[in-house]
């Protein structure tokens, strides 16, 4: 059973920046992937990131360019880094870890509130 725990949110303006974080309590190398996941008020989850063991990334169209994803395996912890942030990236994020089934394993999450 692996926990995870997000950190890093908050309150942001327009345009500005935030970094989150999500420590594992397992070796991320044990994951075929890490990402993350937001979901909107009244919305239903959806993708943000992701990162491969081999480093590989994706992001949703609506992130592409804005948000950045990596992971420290010697920390044990994958980052989201957040830059021009938009009133619509308002939401709970989500931190994820992946088996090599592809069953993902999930946090609690954290509060990603931008004002215009």
């Known amino acids: 059973q692996v926990r995870l725990v997000e950190s890093g949110g908050g309150l942001v303006q327009s345009g500005g920046s935030l970094r989150l974080s999500c420590a594992v309590s397992?070796?991320?190398?044990?994951?075929?992937?890490m990402a993350w996941h937001r979901q909107a008020s009244g919305k239903q989850r959806a993708f943000a990131a992701s990162?491969?063991?081999?480093?590989?990334?994706n992001y949703a169209d609506s992130v592409q360019r804005r948000f950045t994803v990596s992971r420290d395996n010697a920390e044990k912890a994958v980052y989201l880094e957040m830059n021009g942030q938009k009133p619509e990236d308002t939401a709970d994020y989500y931190c994820?870890?992946?088996?090599?089934?592809?069953?993902?394993?999930w946090g609690q999450g954290t509060q990603v509130t931008v004002s215009s």
């Open positions: 397992k070796s991320i190398s044990s994951f075929s992937a």
């Open positions: 990162i491969t063991t081999g480093d590989s990334t």
């Open positions: 994820g870890a992946a088996d090599f089934s592809w069953r993902y394993s």
